[in-house]
Structure formats: structure tokens, C-alpha cells
């Protein structure tokens, strides 16, 4: 009769549990640790306070997970216990089935302890929303969900190689592949795309660890109550889209537990002590390994050519080639002829990619948009999609746009193409004055649903500045509404600073008259054009309106709609805004003079 085949051994769960029970207890403590701090210095509600740990859990679980997994598949890196252990009646199945649901019980016990922890002060009202006790359910679920996908990836790092150091190298270099990736990129090859910008948002679309600490989980719409005016006492928790993503990666992380028992079911004893386990993978971990070390000395004695490419980079790669040879070969003998052939194989077809980046046969540096393919076009001051106070408009009819696509042609053809920021001085008679360099990013939204950015400098005397000068020195990108919308906004606003100082005053008036200098360009935000013109700052005019407060521009996506405009406004008035130091000195508004403010 056949015996029956078993793929759990209860024996060997629990001496896991006991075995390593100071593990997970050490983790259930720090837990309770941080609830407890939590509930003394909450105001409102644990489960208010419980929104934010789904983002802090991460940075715990990626390490935990990876101690875990250290400590459950360390036997694979001893060759006398990785034998003794395979000599016992015991199918890898089983072994392997074992230990991934021991590590699994090593967070739901602490967490489960964490939970009922949550519920006991939840239950005697402190809280801030009506079904507060789904607080600590779902950070209970969410957490768990972390922890199964980290603990999948461990185990897979640690079926992989065949040492604990290679595991832990391993281990890092997959949490973080989407950003070490992203990291060669923008040092080596983005720079010889002048004008590209590296996009984040898919690199950490594929680092789970980032992600998961910058998405929400759970949300509280207040509720309206006789208190509500001063505070935000009731609330109703929701929750929010960050679960699809977390859900994918624990779907992610099984994926990665049944991958791991594949390669334990092919994998050789003799292979313990080993760094890479798995012999097909040995030249993507040295390319890998060679590549970081080539970028690292790029990045660390670039700072001291201009970060433009030179010998250190080649000395980076030969250094991270053979280093990378002693790890997988456990001797420092590896300066065989073979292997500086292989050297300078890897080293030439680097070569090549740079030089067919730098050529870009695909003309990516080279395009230009078509008025027609495009809905919207915003430019930013800067090189990052930062909003400020006019530094930043966005243009959707056809008109404006060409004037955006002649900038850019202009920068694309070379006749404004400067690489960096660049102050030349001119000398005059009367006041020495600055030709001056402005940086600027266009990001085109598409009609096919593409967002497009490049970012350039430019003259600010030049073409291409005289044109965006008209833009930047706008009403709409100045105080961010239309000439049409001063009635209503004016009326919307609730407070005005002149220099720091409460005033009382016609609003609608002031902006007619800060309109009007808009509409001269008198009241240009951007220092490299003021500077230019000696429009010296002289006092600040701050608006603060409703936080309700719309206006009809254009939304994220390019189209034309009501959207919400920012409820403060930080306007800088220099000596050549006539109009509204007119107004002001009209309506007996004290107006600081230069000389006595900055002397």
C-alpha cells in the first residue's frame, strides 16, 4: 500500500515558531511599541491615526521579510547542513511548504497582537469616525499584503544564489532594479539627449517599496456637525485606490513563492556557498554589477569634469568586471586573456549604445510637435513641474501654441542651444547689466493621451525669451485668472498683505491696476527677466481667498474646464509696477521705499 505524501510537517512549524520566536516577538513589540506612542499623543482618534501606517509598514516589512527569509532558508547555504537536512525523509514540497507558511505566521502573529491592540481603545469611543473599528481591519490586511510580497521576493533572492551576503545582495538589487535602472539612465545616456527628461513615474511604478509608502489607503470625509466650523470631530472612513496596487503585488509576491520552489526543486547541493546558484544568471548579475560600478565612479569624479563621460567611467567598468569575477568565482585569481577579452566585449558593446544615443538615429532630440497633435502645452520657469506665482502658464488655442513650438524650434535647430546656465555680462555706461540664461520645460499634452517634456535654457534677450516674456508677464500666468474673472475673484478673496501688513482696501481695484501693469510687463515674476531691467523687487502683495474659489483654465488632462485655483497668491512688486504704486499711494496705502528696506 502506497504511504500518503505529505506536504506539511506540524513537527518542524512549530519548532520554527519557537525556534525563531524572537524574531517575530521583537517585531510584534516594536509594533505595539508604535501604536502605543500613537494613542498617547492622538487628538482626534487611534483610527484617524491609523490612516498613515499602511505608509510606514513598508520600510518595516522589506526588512523583516528579509531577516525572515535569512533565517528560514539559511540551512541551503551550509554544505553540511544543506546535506544533512536532504538526507531526512522529508520531499522539498514539503521542507519548502513548511517554512513559506512559518514565514507567513511570523507576521500574521505580530500583526494579529497589533490588531486586537487597535480594538480594545476603539471600543471604549476613541475615535474620530462612525466605522473607525475598519482602521485597524484593513492595516491588518494591508500590512500582510506588504509583508507577502516582500517575503515572496526574499524567498526568490534566496533560491537563487547560494550564500547569505549574495542573498542580501540579490535581494536589494530586485526591491530596487526599476530605480537602478532609472539611475544609469539619467547619468549615462539622458545627457546625450539634450533636452530629454527622464520620466519617474514608471520607475517607481516598479518599486513596490516607493510606491507603497507614497500611496493612500484610507481616507475621512468630515461630516458636517455643529462643531465643524472649528474642527474636524466625525468622520466616515474610505477607502481609497492604493488596495489594487498593494493587491497585484501580493498576487506578485505568490508568484515569486512558486517560482522559488521551481528552482528548489532543480537545485543542486553542491551549489551551497556559491554566489550566484542559478549558472544562466551569472552574466546578468556581472552586466548589472559592472554597469553600477561603472556609474558610480561616473557619478562620484564627474562632479569634478562637469559630469561630462571620461576614463573614470572606463576605469569604474574594468574595476566592477573583475570584482564582479571574484564574487562568482570565489578567487581573486580572475585576470585570465579570456576574461579581458570578455572585459572589453562588455566594455565595447557599451560603447555602442552610447554612441547610437548620442547619433539618436530615432531623432528623439530633434522632434518637434504638431500644433494639431497637441491639446495643451504648460511651461514651467524650471525644470521640474513646479508651480509658483508666475512662473508657470498653461496655452491650449492654436495661436499661442505655435509660439511654444517656435520656441522650441529655435532651441532645437541650435540657434538658441545653450547646455547650462550662463550670466554674461555686458559693460554700460550707467549700470552694469546681465545677459542672462532662463531654464524652462515644456510639457506637451498630447490628443493621443501622451505627455511629452523637454527642458531647455534660453536667452532671456533672445527670440525665444522675447516671446515667452509676453506669456510669463500675463495676467493669467501672473495672478492666475483672466481679466474677465477679477469681479469674481475679488470677491472671493478674504484677506490682502501689502509687505506683511493686514490692509483694507478695494480689492477689485488693486487688480485692475496690477492688471494693467501685467498687460505692460511691469510686474514680471521671473528674476533673470527682472534683473535684466533693473525691476527690483520692493515689497510683496499676498492674496488669500476661499478655498472654493474656480476658475475656468485647463485641467490635468488639457481640456478646457472650471478648476480649482490656488486660495493663495505671493506677488512680488518691483520698482517699475507704476500702476499699482500709483493705486496704492492713491488709496493712502503706506508703501515701503527701497532704500529703506534694503539700504
Not at 500666468?477 to 483672466?482: F, K, V
Request: negative net charge.
Amino acid at each position: 500500500m502506497k504511504s500518503r505524501t505529505s506536504f506539511f510537517d506540524s513537527t518542524h512549524f512549530r519548532k520554527n515558531l519557537t525556534r525563531f520566536a524572537p524574531a517575530w516577538a521583537l517585531y510584534g513589540v516594536l509594533l505595539l511599541l508604535i501604536l502605543i506612542t500613537m494613542v498617547g499623543n492622538g487628538s482626534l482618534g487611534l483610527d484617524r491615526d491609523l490612516t498613515d501606517m499602511l505608509q510606514i509598514y513598508p520600510v518595516a516589512n522589506i526588512l523583516f521579510a528579509f531577516l525572515v527569509a535569512q533565517l528560514l532558508w539559511g540551512d541551503l547555504y551550509n554544505s553540511r547542513m544543506c546535506n544533512a537536512l536532504h538526507a531526512l525523509p522529508l520531499r522539498r514540497e514539503g521542507w519548502f511548504a513548511t517554512n513559506f507558511l512559518s514565514g507567513i505566521s511570523f507576521s500574521l502573529i505580530p500583526t494579529m497582537a497589533a490588531l486586537l491592540f487597535c480594538l480594545l481603545p476603539l471600543s471604549f469611543g476613541y475615535r474620530c469616525c462612525d466605522n473607525g473599528f475598519l482602521a485597524p481591519l484593513m492595516v491588518f490586511l494591508g500590512a500582510n499584503a506588504q509583508y507577502l510580497f516582500f517575503f515572496g521576493l526574499a524567498t526568490l533572492s534566496a533560491f537563487l544564489v547560494g550564500s547569505r551576503f549574495a542573498m542580501a545582495v540579490v535581494y536589494c538589487i530586485l526591491n530596487f532594479a526599476s530605480l537602478i535602472i532609472y539611475w544609469l539612465a539619467d547619468t549615462l545616456y539622458v545627457p546625450l539627449l539634450y533636452g530629454v527628461q527622464t520620466a519617474y513615474d514608471p520607475f517607481i511604478l516598479f518599486s513596490p517599496v516607493v510606491k507603497m509608502c507614497q500611496m493612500g489607503y484610507l481616507d475621512i470625509e468630515w461630516l458636517e456637525t455643529e462643531r465643524a466650523a472649528a474642527y474636524c470631530d466625525r468622520g466616515i472612513l474610505l477607502i481609497t485606490d492604493g488596495w489594487g496596487y498593494l493587491g497585484i503585488c501580493a498576487a506578485v509576491g505568490l508568484v515569486f513563492s512558486v517560482l522559488a520552489l521551481l528552482l528548489y526543486r532543480r537545485r543542486k547541493l553542491e551549489c551551497a556557498g556559491d554566489f550566484i546558484a542559478v549558472r544562466a544568471l551569472e552574466p546578468v548579475f556581472l552586466t548589472v554589477y559592472t554597469l553600477v560600478v561603472g556609474c558610480v565612479f561616473q557619478m562620484i569624479f564627474g562632479l569634478f569634469n562637469g559630469n561630462d563621460i571620461d576614463m573614470f567611467l572606463f576605469v569604474g567598468l574594468v574595476i566592477g568586471f573583475f570584482t564582479g569575477r571574484m564574487f562568482l568565482k570565489r578567487t581573486v585569481r580572475v585576470f585570465q586573456w579570456k576574461a579581458w577579452g570578455k572585459c572589453g566585449i562588455l566594455i565595447g558593446v557599451f560603447l555602442l549604445t552610447l554612441l547610437l544615443t548620442w547619433l539618436d538615429p530615432l531623432g528623439i532630440k530633434a522632434w518637434l510637435p504638431n500644433s494639431e497633435q497637441v491639446r495643451s502645452v504648460t511651461v514651467y520657469a524650471n525644470h521640474a513641474a513646479h508651480y509658483a506665482g508666475g512662473e508657470a502658464f498653461t496655452v491650449s488655442d492654436s495661436e499661442a501654441m505655435d509660439d511654444i513650438i517656435r520656441v522650441h524650434e529655435l532651441v532645437v535647430t541650435g540657434q538658441e542651444n545653450i547646455r547650462e546656465q550662463v550670466i554674461v555680462p555686458t559693460a554700460a555706461e550707467d549700470t552694469p547689466i546681465d545677459r542672462r540664461t532662463q531654464p524652462i520645460m515644456l510639457e506637451y499634452k498630447m490628443k493621443d493621451g501622451r505627455t511629452v517634456r523637454r527642458c531647455y535654457y534660453i536667452w532671456t534677450d533672445g527670440e525665444a525669451g522675447q516671446i515667452l516674456e509676453n506669456y510669463f508677464a500675463s495676467v493669467e500666468c501672473i495672478l492666475g485668472i483672466t481679466e474677465e474673472e477679477i469681479p469674481a475673484y475679488a470677491a472671493a478673496i478674504r484677506e490682502v498683505y501689502v509687505d506683511g501688513e493686514l490692509c483694507q482696501l478695494d480689492k477689485k481695484g488693486l487688480l485692475k491696476a496690477m492688471a494693467e501693469d501685467c498687460k505692460e510687463g511691469n510686474l514680471i515674476q521671473l528674476w533673470n527677466y527682472r534683473h535684466s531691467t533693473g525691476k527690483d523687487t520692493i515689497f510683496y502683495i499676498e492674496f488669500v481667498s476661499s478655498g472654493d474659489w474656480k476658475h475656468i483654465g485647463v485641467n490635468e488632462s488639457g481640456r478646457i474646464e472650471v478648476v480649482s485655483s490656488s486660495d493663495w497668491k505671493h506677488i512680488r512688486v518691483n520698482e517699475s509696477s507704476r500702476h499699482t504704486l500709483a493705486w496704492l499711494e492713491e488709496n493712502g496705502i503706506d508703501t515701503p521705499q527701497y532704500d529703506e528696506k534694503f539700504g
